[in-house]
């Protein structure tokens, strides 16, 4: 729902300077920390925006009467009006004006690749010029949110704890319990919405952290944990409860969540599975995937590659794939002392799907990107383990359904690199719960759903996310579980509305 852009302080707001004097504005950079000093450390790259950094860009929006950023976001935050918020001081305001419609503000305006989405609709780019940092302003008003609360109400360990979570209870709850299945932000946001809407919402976690993804898949220079816990603490306060450590299928049956009276179940298990290439030697020492390397370096930490002979200071590193996990993995070898890290991926730099953000940190940092070349063979030294790949080179031909060009071999090129450790990252397949009955699936895995509903073929099973989508971006997730919500209060509203007394 969008807020009115005639009220008289947003009338007064746009009076105040023509658009010309606006778009004259260049966009703001926000300041980050240096290459030579953040390869050191894990600390988050991007240092966020100043309170005057963010009114100036701010003001930069034409607050347009159509406007498409609205359209460009798959949650259809109210971009204008929580932007003219923030050019007034009034960040409270823009925060409840973000609450409508997402539940991860601070990840979002870190992690969403807006370059693609609500900032490639901004009326700026028809006239060539950057876009308003959409991003980077709903980053600053979620972490003054964040910051300012915890200022007034620290937050202690103890505090946080799911047992001492004081709960703020919508006004009354229906009398149906909804079960989520997965904690990562399409899960998050169909439990915001539902508790919101007053049903009793518990989400059930296999791994020990909630998050999913969000904690398992993306290094803490990235995203800090602190704010996927910030924003978990949100959902405990207004009556969300989180259940850890329990695997839907294994520790709980599809049938003992009947039996416990849940009526409505969300899956949003993710896209775990790794995709393999299928070459020879990818089960060598040394060879790992993107998913059991991340887990193992956000999750456990990095003394665990020491245990498993596999430390990397000193070491080369090779990452193959060219998507935000390959570039995130990329980079923490380097913080972990990687004598060389590799990108290898089998198209041009132009063609990488990557965040363009995330590729010019990768830059910065020391990575060394071999585009157009494709591994085709790991190589073992006499004791069996990793320490080389053969690389096959490539051309680009014409475009494939995707409308990147297609990768094709050039005859007898090969090349031969030296490599200590293989990341794999070339994609990921759902994994969909194997005791949920009834549920149509597709060949690859990913679960079928009505695309307006998200609801399955099973009853009351609903599904969004990566388990829908196969691997795509947290807030297309997030809006997967807004329309699961919707579809799904709505036809439990209309199931009491049968009801006669």
């Known amino acids: 729902m969008r ?5 008289t ?3 007064r707001l746009r009076d105040e300077m023509t658009p010309k004097q606006r778009t004259a504005i260049p966009r703001v950079k926000m300041p980050e920390l240096s290459p030579e000093f953040r390869v050191t450390n894990n600390r988050e790259v991007s240092e966020g925006l100043s309170l005057e950094q963010a009114v100036l860009e701010a003001t930069r929006c034409l607050d347009c009467p159509d406007p498409g950023c609205i359209k460009g976001c798959p949650v259809h935050n109210d971009i204008p009006g929580f932007i003219k918020h923030i050019q007034r001081r009034d960040f409270p305001g823009a925060m409840k004006i973000l609450d409508r419609t997402t539940v991860l503000p601070a990840v979002c305006g870190r992690v969403c690749p807006q370059e693609k989405q609500c900032e490639a609709a901004c009326i700026y780019i028809k006239m060539g010029k950057q876009p308003v940092a959409i991003g980077n302003l709903e980053r600053y008003a979620a972490d003054f949110e964040r910051n300012v609360t915890n200022y007034i109400h620290p937050v202690s360990e103890e505090d946080s704890s799911e047992e001492s979570q004081e709960k703020e209870k919508p006004r009354h709850f229906y009398p149906m319990k909804v079960a989520v299945v997965g904690s990562g932000p399409s899960g998050l946001a169909f439990a915001g919405d539902m508790c919101r809407r007053g049903y009793h919402v518990t989400v059930f976690e296999a791994l020990s952290q909630l998050g999913g993804v969000l904690k398992y898949g993306i290094p803490e220079f990235c995203l800090p944990n602190a704010i996927v816990d910030h924003e978990i603490r949100k959902l405990k306060k207004i009556g969300v409860e989180f259940r850890k450590d329990c695997f839907i299928g294994r520790t ?3 049938e003992d969540l009947h039996r416990q009276g849940f009526k409505g179940i969300y899956v949003a298990t993710g896209a775990g599975r790794p995709r393999f ?6 089960n060598l020492p040394g060879v790992m995937t993107a998913n059991e390397y991340l887990i193992r370096l956000c999750l456990v930490g990095p003394g665990v590659f020491g245990v498993n002979g596999v430390a990397l200071r000193g070491r080369r590193v090779a990452v193959i794939g060219g998507g935000n996990t390959a570039i995130d993995a990329v980079r923490c070898a380097v ?6 890290a590799m990108i290898v991926y089998r198209r041009g730099f132009d063609e990488m799907p990557a965040r363009k953000e995330e590729i010019r940190h990768a830059r910065e940092e020391g990575v060394e990107f071999i585009t157009l070349s494709n591994p085709v ?7 069996g383990y990793l320490k080389g790949m053969r690389l096959q080179k490539m051309e680009l031909g014409a475009p494939d359904e995707s409308g990147r060009r297609r990768p094709v071999e050039i005859p007898d090129a090969i090349e031969e690199v030296d490599v200590d450790l293989v990341v794999i990252s070339v994609g990921y397949l759902p994994n969909p719960p194997s005791t949920l009955p009834g549920l149509s699936l597709s060949r690859y895995g990913e679960i079928i759903v009505d695309e ?11 599904a969004g996310g990566d388990i829908v989508r196969g691997p795509s971006t947290v807030i297309l997730a997030m809006g997967d579980g807004r329309k699961a919500a919707a579809s799904m209060a709505k036809a439990f509203e209309e199931a009491m509305e049968q009801i006669e007394l």
């Open 3 to 7: 807020t009115d852009r005639n009220e």
């Open 9 to 11: 302080w947003r009338a």
């Open 252 to 254: 709980l049956t599809y």
């Open 277 to 282: 290439m299928g070459i020879p030697g990818e």
């Open 335 to 340: 913080r972990m002392g990687a004598e060389r």
């Open 377 to 383: 063979e790991y190589v073992a030294d006499e004791r």
């Open 452 to 462: 307006e509903s998200m609801k399955s073929s099973a009853s009351a099973i609903y």
